[in-house]
């Protein structure tokens, strides 16, 4: 091929960019190139297609012995055709370059004599193998539209040849490949299916990155449901899979996020915002671009609560609350991950605005003692450390010019089995809030509870319950002292364990 072809192939390749390469198919489907020969012949066998313009099945695929029925807006063009010099394509290998909107796109095709296999597409910088037809080797199919049932498929007569990180041993899979149609949120479930499903993802490939893994959604239900952030024209492996062998047909279901629809920027805070539908209510999506110790603060005059919960969307499970009524606002501090969004929940009590800012808590460290090894003696506060906030404790961080309530931390390993469990018993000096976290500072908490003052005693009291579990847990017990009355003795708090 001359270097008059090459430019004109080129050429071809960027007026196409803006629909081909953005994989906006539903507007463009490219007739197939006239290719002679047996290369031509082996490449037609190899992607058949209905009256519809879907993609079919190919029979010939591994672990396709069922089949899945992608639903009737999938239809796709084929990948290896979509940016191919004039030449015929089996000619040489060759590498173009698509630039739409942005975004880079290079197709590799690969030629073993007349066969034209194999395929190889990379996107996004990684590089899959793919059957003759562009779907990737391990699919059955491809997906790219959006709504109920973009696919179903019987995973009966399938075999056992992968699992998730959070199941699917034991159990046959089918793997849908699924090209995300726009940069955001999604929802991939497996809601309509008739059996115990397990969903995993997999970025570009069959062995790519795990995006996501989801066995039930919540208790009430067996459907598979994962929240994930893709981008435009991002390839992704869908596997539907069972948990403890179980199979049948599934139904797979895609939605963009639709709550929150805004992402916070720190840089960008504070600001003030409207509450827009005007029901008390409104929610934001923070993802951390580093890990760590974070301040998320709400302000309104009459008063708010603020609550972090896990995950993309909302009605993720709360990992911490805080009210506030007063000056300064409610706040709620946890550790946070790189890269893994929360959802930051608002409620207020009255009021049509409020302040929202978020701060990392510089120097912040997870450091605890063993609880074990501080037992039935006088403890005391050596430093000024608030690092987190409680449910039941007043919000006050000097990041915000305000007296810093002192904690403590210690570490709970407990090897308990139900029915045992251990009481945690604070006396103290001072007003105390004692909470109690999961795993770690970034856990959710579990209890939360002010002291109360016993005038026999002359002291203040609370506490906290660990019940066993069938597996060893982790716990953060927290101390915080909550004296605002400087009249008020503050020197120290004793923690007793007792073992029921």
């Known amino acids: 091929m001359g270097p008059r072809s090459l430019v004109l192939g080129t050429l071809a390749c960027a007026l196409l960019a803006a629909q081909a390469c953005s994989l906006n198919f539903a507007k463009f489907k490219p007739a197939p190139a006239k290719q002679g020969g047996d290369a031509g012949k082996a490449r037609d066998a190899g992607a058949a297609h209905d009256g519809s313009g879907s993609l079919a099945r190919d029979a010939s695929r591994p672990n396709d012995d069922g089949g899945v029925q992608p639903g009737a807006d999938s239809a796709t063009p084929n990948l290896a055709q979509l940016c191919t010099p004039l030449a015929t394509r089996c000619a040489q290998t060759r590498v173009e370059a698509c630039a739409a909107q942005g975004d880079a796109w290079k197709l590799q095709t690969e030629c073993a004599a007349k066969s034209?296999?194999?395929?190889?597409?990379?996107?996004?910088?990684?590089?899959?193998?793919?059957?003759?037809?562009?779907?990737?080797?391990?699919?059955?199919?491809?997906?790219?539209?959006?709504?109920?049932?973009?696919?179903?498929?019987?995973?009966?007569?399938?075999?056992?040849?992968?699992?998730?990180?959070?199941?699917?041993?034991?159990?046959?899979?089918?793997?849908?490949?699924?090209?995300?149609?726009?940069?955001?949120?999604?929802?991939?479930?497996?809601?309509?299916?008739?059996?115990?499903?397990?969903?995993?993802?997999?970025?570009?490939?069959?062995?790519?990155?795990?995006?996501?893994?989801?066995?039930n959604a919540d208790?009430?239900?067996?459907?598979?449901?994962?929240?994930?952030?893709?981008?435009?024209?991002?390839?992704?492996?869908?596997?539907?899979?069972?948990?403890?062998?179980?199979?049948g047909t599934a139904v797979l279901n895609a939605h963009p996020v639709t709550c929150p629809t805004i992402d916070l920027d720190p840089a960008a805070l504070p600001t003030t915002f409207m509450d827009k539908g005007k029901d008390g209510t409104e929610s934001f999506r923070f993802t951390p671009k580093s890990t760590a110790f974070y301040s998320i603060r709400v302000h309104?005059?009459?008063?708010?609560?603020?609550?972090?919960?896990?995950?993309?969307?909302?009605?993720?499970?709360?990992?911490?609350?805080n009210t506030g009524t007063g000056s300064y606002g409610a706040q709620v501090i946890r550790e946070l991950m790189a890269g893994q969004p929360i959802t930051v929940e608002v409620t207020l009590m009255?009021?049509?605005?409020?302040?929202?800012?978020?701060?990392?808590?510089?120097?912040?460290?997870?450091?605890?003692?063993?609880?074990?090894?501080?037992?039935?003696?006088?403890?005391?506060?050596?430093?000024t450390?608030?690092?987190?906030?409680?449910?039941?404790?007043?919000?006050?961080?000097?990041?915000?010019?305000?007296?810093?309530?002192?904690?403590?931390?210690?570490?709970?390993?407990?090897?308990?089995?139900?029915?045992?469990?251990?009481?945690?018993d604070?006396?103290?000096?001072?007003?105390?809030?004692?909470?109690?976290?999961?795993?770690?500072?970034?856990?959710?908490?579990?209890?939360?509870?002010?002291?109360?003052?016993?005038?026999?005693?002359?002291?203040?009291?609370?506490?906290?319950?660990?019940?066993?579990?069938?597996?060893?847990q982790d716990y953060v017990l927290v101390i915080e002292n909550i004296n605002q009355n400087a009249g008020v003795p503050q020197n120290g708090f004793e923690i007793q364990v007792r073992l029921l």
Not at 356 to 380: E, H, S, Y
Not at 393 to 422: C, I, K, Q
């Open 116 to 215: 034209c296999n194999p395929v190889s597409v990379a996107c996004n910088a990684c590089s899959a193998p793919v059957a003759a037809d562009g779907v990737l080797s391990c699919a059955s199919a491809r997906a790219s539209a959006t709504g109920d049932a973009i696919a179903s498929t019987d995973t009966k007569p399938a075999r056992d040849t992968d699992h998730g990180s959070c199941g699917g041993l034991g159990s046959p899979e089918r793997v849908i490949e699924w090209i995300a149609p726009e940069t955001d949120y999604w929802v991939l479930d497996t809601r309509g299916s008739n059996y115990d499903t397990v969903l995993y993802a997999r970025d570009c490939s069959c062995s790519g990155a795990e995006l996501g893994c989801n066995d």
């Open 300 to 321: 309104a005059k009459s008063g708010s609560k603020v609550c972090m919960k896990q995950g993309a969307r909302c009605g993720g499970a709360t990992i911490a609350c």
């Open 385 to 424: 450390q608030n690092y987190l906030t409680g449910s039941c404790a007043p919000a006050g961080s000097s990041l915000y010019s305000m007296p810093a309530f002192n904690e403590l931390r210690y570490a709970v390993h407990s090897t308990l089995r139900a029915p045992s469990e251990y009481v945690i």
């Open 426 to 472: 604070v006396t103290s000096d001072f007003p105390a809030a004692v909470y109690l976290l999961h795993n770690d500072c970034g856990g959710e908490e579990l209890q939360c509870a002010v002291s109360t003052y016993d005038a026999t005693m002359q002291k203040y009291s609370t506490g906290a319950g660990i019940t066993g579990a069938p597996t060893d």
């Open 350 to 383: 009255g009021d049509t605005s409020f302040e929202l800012d978020i701060k990392p808590v510089a120097g912040a460290v997870c450091t605890t003692d063993d609880l074990f090894n501080n037992l039935g003696t006088t403890l005391t506060f050596n430093s």
């Open 219 to 247: 208790s009430s239900t067996s459907a598979s449901d994962l929240v994930a952030h893709f981008e435009r024209g991002q390839r992704v492996a869908l596997f539907v899979d069972g948990n403890a062998g179980d199979k």
